[in-house]
């Protein structure tokens, strides 16, 4: 049933979990109402099994951070140290006397990024499963799958905030409550000037009406309003497209609508580790008649290059 339930769903191209044409639509409402009305419990965990796989794949989707950091996949029993780089940008290899600047590759200094836990838990009343249609499951579903993507996204930012607080003029400021395309010049340009362009800016889609009489010469500052399809499908499945400064803009509810961040390439920025696979169980109630499914993984962030890091603070 596992393997059934789930070749019959596919994640569409606004980046929502979908099933795969009418025949798989009647198969999945079949096998609600079929799991809805069994006493069996292996029946209910099978289901369990089928549902929970969905939640874990459809959250990465949903999720805005790691665009920001490299994944590094820790297996269990493995190190997960991570050497303590110090970037050198233009603006520090000067010296009184025109010497040459020895670069030495290699470093004494560690750090042991602490992992976190991330879950989230799906309640399916047997009752609601003999009687509701697909579109329930699909909202409960990505509903998990959105509150996962959210506390991912909550740890990545608090390990930026803290290097970008950390790091002096990396914090700029755009008045009047809206996004000022003069605090974006002012970040590109402080980036230019220490050798870490900036490649991509994260902000919440509220903040593009902002943007809508921006140019960069004769390309506007919202180019996928206009663009063919395959770029407006790309902001909802990937969450980001191309935009002003040639900037990719990454898109999500789950930003502070007062908050931009800005970097460059993820590999220059920090990690994002995850520690072994995603564990998945479920339980089942007979007595309520209540099936309890749920998806955990442990996560970690660290932010080795915060002169890569940048972030604007809308303001009143």
């Not at 233009?90 to 560690?110: H, K, V």
């Not at 007062?258 to 995850?274: A, I």
């Not at 696979?277 to 309520?288: F, L, M």
């Given at each position: 049933?596992?393997?059934?339930?789930?070749?019959?769903?596919?994640?569409?191209?606004?980046?929502?979990?979908?099933?795969?044409?009418?025949?798989?639509?009647?198969?999945?409402?079949?096998?609600?109402?079929?799991?809805?009305?069994?006493?069996?419990?292996?029946?209910?965990?099978?289901?369990?099994?089928?549902?929970?796989?969905?939640?874990?794949?459809?959250?990465?989707?949903?999720?805005?951070?790691?665009?920001?950091?490299?994944?590094?996949?820790?297996?269990?029993?493995?190190?997960?140290?991570?050497?303590?780089?110090?970037?050198?940008?233009?603006?520090?290899?000067?010296?009184?006397?025109?010497?040459?600047?020895?670069?030495?590759?290699?470093?004494?200094?560690?750090?042991?990024?602490?992992?976190?836990?991330?879950?989230?838990?799906?309640?399916?009343?047997?009752?609601?499963?003999?009687?509701?249609?697909?579109?329930?499951?699909?909202?409960?579903?990505?509903?998990?799958?959105?509150?996962?993507?959210?506390?991912?996204?909550?740890?990545?930012?608090?390990?930026?905030?803290?290097?970008?607080?950390?790091?002096?003029?990396?914090?700029?400021?755009?008045?009047?409550?809206?996004?000022?395309?003069?605090?974006?010049?002012?970040?590109?340009?402080?980036?230019?000037?220490?050798?870490?362009?900036?490649?991509?800016m994260a902000l919440n889609p509220a903040r593009l009406t902002d943007m809508a009489g921006w140019t960069n010469g004769s390309?506007?500052?919202?180019?996928?309003?206009?663009?063919?399809?395959?770029?407006?499908?790309?902001?909802?499945?990937?969450?980001?497209?191309?935009?002003?400064?040639?900037?990719?803009?990454?898109?999500?509810?789950?930003?502070?609508?007062?908050?931009?961040?800005?970097?460059?390439?993820?590999?220059?920025?920090?990690?994002?580790?995850?520690?072994?696979?995603?564990?998945?169980?479920?339980?089942?109630?007979?007595?309520?008649?209540?099936?309890?499914?749920?998806?955990?993984?442990?996560?970690?962030?660290?932010?080795?290059?915060?002169?890569?890091?940048?972030?604007?603070?809308?303001?009143?």
């Open positions: 049933m596992e393997a059934k339930f789930f070749e019959l769903l596919t994640i569409n191209k606004r980046g929502q979990l979908d099933v795969r044409g009418s025949a798989e639509l009647t198969a999945v409402q079949q096998l609600m109402r079929e799991t809805g009305m069994s006493n069996s419990k292996p029946v209910h965990e099978m289901m369990g099994a089928g549902v929970r796989e969905p939640i874990r794949l459809l959250s990465r989707y949903k999720e805005w951070a790691f665009y920001f950091f490299q994944d590094w996949n820790v297996t269990p029993g493995e190190d997960n140290r991570i050497p303590v780089d110090h970037p050198i940008g233009t603006s520090f290899i000067t010296s009184p006397e025109a010497r040459p600047y020895a670069i030495t590759p290699g470093t004494q200094l560690w750090v042991v990024p602490s992992f976190f836990e991330v879950k989230g838990m799906l309640r399916m009343p047997w009752r609601l499963l003999k009687t509701a249609a697909w579109p329930i499951l699909q909202r409960r579903l990505e509903e998990v799958s959105d509150d996962m993507s959210r506390k991912r996204d909550n740890g990545a930012k608090a390990a930026m905030d803290l290097a970008i607080a950390t790091t002096t003029g990396h914090t700029f400021s755009s008045t009047g409550g809206k996004l000022n395309k003069s605090a974006v010049d002012a970040a590109v340009t402080a980036a230019m000037a220490v050798n870490f362009p900036i490649t991509q390309m506007t500052a919202i180019p996928f309003f206009w663009g063919p399809d395959s770029k407006k499908e790309e902001v909802y499945s990937k969450l980001y497209a191309d935009g002003y400064a040639g900037l990719r803009y990454v898109l999500s509810h789950n930003i502070p609508v007062d908050e931009v961040f800005l970097s460059g390439e993820p590999s220059e920025v920090g990690y994002h580790q995850m520690y072994g696979q995603a564990e998945s169980a479920s339980d089942v109630n007979i007595e309520d008649g209540v099936d309890l499914h749920v998806v955990r993984e442990d996560h970690s962030y660290y932010v080795g290059n915060p002169y890569n890091l940048w972030k604007i603070n809308i303001t009143a």
